[in-house]
């Protein structure tokens, strides 16, 4: 069975320019998980959805992060513009359901640096 | 809001001795709980987890750990080191209530085996 995907791994970008990351989940997960983590904690839910539909997004920086869930299945994570304090590790998850007993799978993750 | 708190962002073992890694979590009702193992440049990886059910939980690769309700800790432990166990190690808990299954990391423990 294959993994979360994600990409591009590792990006480096100027503050004030955009950037977007892909995450594809195991395939007939229908809960989707962006977390950030930054260097030397632990990592942070950004949001979760349900399919395509929003489920928890209370901590994304809304004036600047963006995400979409197109058909349920892949997901893109937009920052614009980037600032300083964006660099981080940033990580996509999947479960096959929602609820604290189900796993979470982890992609790879991608590593951000803005300079 | 639930947390967790671990002890010692560094802990280093030399091969074949006990490890040991702290864990405690705040909240009122016994939450869900969890360990994560991050290697370097990859995802989190799910060592073992707790749901109410037996206090003694065992993971992957040798690890266990232990719920205890009157100290509020999850310590994970494991009899013998191996130097494939140097990565760093996440505890997380989430609520119990169906619907809020966010996890909240701690801040990590990266573990060292001296050879």
């Known amino acids: 069975e294959a993994g979360v995907a994600q990409s591009p791994r590792y990006k480096i970008i100027e503050k004030r320019q955009s950037v977007a990351f892909w995450c594809n989940p195991i395939?007939?997960?229908?809960?989707l998980y962006w977390y950030q983590q930054i260097l030397g904690q632990g990592p942070k839910l950004l949001i979760q959805f349900q399919n395509n539909g929003v489920v928890d997004d209370s901590q994304l920086p809304k004036d600047r992060f963006s995400a979409e869930r197109l058909k349920g299945v892949d997901s893109t994570l937009k920052i614009q513009p980037a600032k300083l304090e964006d660099s981080a590790v940033y990580l996509c998850?999947?479960?096959?359901?929602?609820?604290?007993?189900?796993?979470?799978?982890f992609g790879p993750g991608t590593r951000l640096t803005v300079l | 809001a639930q947390s967790v708190t671990q002890l010692g962002s560094h802990v280093s073992v030399s091969e074949g001795a006990l490890v040991l890694l702290r864990c405690n979590y705040s909240s009122s009702v016994p939450p869900y709980l969890f360990w994560y193992v991050q290697y370097p440049n990859q995802g989190l990886q799910l060592l073992l987890k707790y749901t109410s059910a037996a206090t003694l939980v065992k993971g992957i690769n040798g690890f266990e750990a232990e719920f205890k309700k009157s100290e509020t800790s999850f310590h994970l432990t494991k009899p013998s080191a191996h130097m494939s166990d140097a990565a760093e190690y996440f505890c997380a808990v989430t609520p119990l209530n169906f619907g809020n299954e966010k996890l909240t990391f701690g801040t990590g423990t990266r573990l060292t085996i001296i050879p």
């Open positions: 998850a999947s479960s096959l359901d929602r609820g604290g007993r189900v796993e979470q799978f």
């Open positions: 395939s007939g997960h229908a809960t």
